[in-house]
């Protein structure tokens, strides 16, 4: 019996459902949630590369196109969100993180 075939193009409909969701949690202002989905991507796209180049028909690589557009839309806004997160942590200082954890 053979092994049931990978289509690649569902790691990338995977990718684009998980940074949906994390963006739904930055807009809720919930980043640990955000954490938890991009480690999520991350074990997706290791999985992705895991599998390697495969060749796509045009249509295929539309929808690649397409998903692959929502995620830079989603990344996007979700850096958008963090913003003013990303302010906080400069105006400390690499060396002073410690000083809004404790």
Known sequence: MNAPTVDVLDFYRALQDVSERML?????????????MEEACAVLIEQLRAQGEAALSPEQRAEKHRIMLAILRHDARIRALAEPWLDVWGDVGLGSRS????
């Open 24 to 36: 739904q949690a930055a807009e809720q202002d919930d980043w640990d949630r955000v954490v938890e």
């Open 99 to 102: 000083v809004l954890l404790h």
